[in-house]
């Protein structure tokens, strides 16, 4: 089954940076995938923050992070299911703060605007003040 560990979350001052990680395995359903990181702050619906597409690296922000966060992958071609994502997240604000979610769909990110992911993480804490 699919797993998917986050990390790289904390409290950091309006302006400063993290990185998230996200290591991903067990997908077995193609050799393509599309991975994201949702987030949902105290009181909001979760949100779509980024996506990456495992099989040619195709990227998709948020209008409210374009420009401050990069989407980004370990490896260029996945390792019998398994691969490693980052989020940047650089000039954070207040409003920045969040759980962020790995997410992983299915064979591509053709969906991402509007299907709910399949595979979610924990979740990592990222907090600004």
């Known amino acids: 089954h699919v797993q998917l560990v986050e990390s790289g979350g904390g409290s950091v001052q309006s302006g400063g940076s993290l990185r998230l990680s996200c290591a991903s395995s067990?997908?077995?359903?193609?050799?393509?995938?599309?991975l994201g990181w949702f987030r949902q702050a105290p009181g909001k619906e979760r949100e779509r923050v980024a996506s990456i597409y495992t099989g040619d690296g195709t990227t998709n922000y948020a209008d409210s992070v374009k420009g401050r966060f990069t989407i980004s992958l370990e490896n260029a071609v996945n390792d019998n299911g398994k691969n490693t994502m980052y989020l940047q997240l650089n000039a954070l604000l207040p409003e920045d703060t969040a759980m962020y979610f790995c997410?992983?769909?299915?064979?591509?990110?053709?969906?991402?605007?509007?299907?709910?992911?399949?595979?979610w993480g924990q979740g990592t804490q990222v907090t600004v003040s």
């Open positions: 997410v992983l769909v299915p064979y591509s990110c053709q969906t991402w605007s509007w299907a709910w992911p399949r595979d």
């Open positions: 067990g997908y077995r359903d193609s050799a393509n995938y599309c």
